[in-house]
């Protein structure tokens, strides 16, 4: 395998420091090296926090995301300094879980993409956020996010 798909990486290899919002965050990206397989890539983020829009407090969820790369894959080290740019980022629920899906179908361009936003109880009720970009193709495994419902996850 050729190294030159990692020619022009922004942060693997270099200290990197968050960025300041999800806006500022540089999305990295690498070649696919087996573009001819179907295959399901997972992420979990189980600290993953960000702020609540109104009162500034600080909400705590598990992410799981799963995609079929394109021609694409997402470099790690800048999707979790992605992740982590979210921690002083006041937004909903729903707008940060379908905002990083949403983001990475744009820079990644997969075949096919799944985020579960797991959230923690604020005020006595867990919020869940789905967001998928249609019906996974039937001949590829895709594993259950295996995150339990809300029973004191942890």
Known sequence: MTTDIYRGLSQLG?????PASPR???LDKVAN????NDYVVRFACPEFTSLCPVTGQP???HIVIDYIPDGLLVES?????????????AAFHEDCTVGIGARL???????????????YP?????????????TA???IWIPDQGVAPYRGRG
């Open 14 to 18: 270099k200290h990197s420091t968050p």
């Open 24 to 26: 500022d965050a540089i």
């Open 33 to 36: 090296p087996r573009p001819e």
């Open 59 to 61: 909400d705590f969820a």
């Open 77 to 89: 080290k800048s999707l979790k300094l992605y992740l982590q740019s979210f921690r002083n980022h």
């Open 105 to 119: 179908v744009t820079e990644l361009e997969p075949k096919w993409l799944r985020i579960g936003g797991y959230w």
């Open 122 to 134: 604020r005020g006595g009720i867990p919020i869940d956020v789905f967001y998928q970009t249609g």
């Open 137 to 139: 193709p039937e001949n």
